[in-house]
């Protein structure tokens, strides 16, 4: 039969000292996996906001590759001329900095609901952000009656927020330059790069984020056959 004194050995509680230990280590493990699912957590968003961005990035890029991509000879009735001097007057300053020349291009939608063809005149600009900063838009503007009877009302589409530079340039043959005139060479450039610069902030990283397409021209004017010819090209 076991003494009172054991008895009271096995019934004794936890001491001060135990608890206090115990609530450390809790409090520990409680903390460690705070930090993980914290941890975890900022992952999942900043992973799926990277996502995002270079989502809406590539559309825009693809956007801007189908519109290149379906350059236009000049002259015709629907088709004009490529010029980087010469700007039409009709969006002149009304959307921001220009950045690109008037491209005529086939990449408009036709579906039933929509009285256009394919053909469409579209130019890019850079305007003022809307939400403020140092950043800009890239804004395209489109036009889809190239035959109207009053003035035409272009459409503006915000492509893509944060962007810091936008360039255009055209490839001769031997080099890029960043100026075209079809009406006095009377050829399209052989590619079109268009080099786009988001800013540090939007992309998200410690130096602006370059992003560079370069599109062949596969219309080529009579002049510009004969020039490739002589260059041995063809």
């Avoid at 610069?197 to 021209?217: D, F, N, R, Y």
Wanted: charged share 15%.
């Amino acid at each position: 039969m076991p003494s009172r004194f054991s008895l009271r050995r096995v019934e004794r509680g936890f001491t001060l000292l135990e608890l206090l230990l115990a609530t450390a280590v809790g409090a520990i493990v409680l903390l460690v996996i705070q930090s993980t699912f914290f941890g975890a957590l900022r992952l999942h968003n900043t992973t799926h906001e990277r996502i995002e961005e270079d989502r809406v990035i590539q559309r825009t890029l693809s956007i801007v590759q189908r519109d290149f991509s379906g350059l236009m000879l000049p002259g015709g009735t629907l088709s004009g001329e490529l010029q980087t001097t010469t700007f039409s007057s009709m969006a002149t300053g009304s959307a921001g900095e220009r950045v690109s020349p008037d491209i005529y291009t086939n990449s408009g939608k036709v579906d039933g609901w929509n009285p256009f063809s394919e053909v469409q005149m579209v130019a890019y600009y850079l305007a003022a952000a809307t939400a403020g900063g140092n950043t800009k838009d890239l804004v395209r503007v489109v036009t889809r009656n190239l035959l109207p009877v009053q003035e035409a009302v272009p459409e503006e589409q915000v492509l893509l927020h944060g962007v810091a530079t936008v360039t255009v340039s055209f490839y001769d043959g031997s080099g890029w330059t960043d100026s075209w005139d079809s009406s006095t060479s009377a050829t399209l450039p052989s590619a079109l790069k268009f080099s786009l610069t988001m800013s540090p902030k939007a992309a998200g990283v410690s130096g602006a984020a370059l992003h560079e397409l370069i599109v062949p021209v596969v219309a080529t004017t009579t002049t510009s056959q004969t020039l490739a010819a002589e260059e041995g090209l063809l």
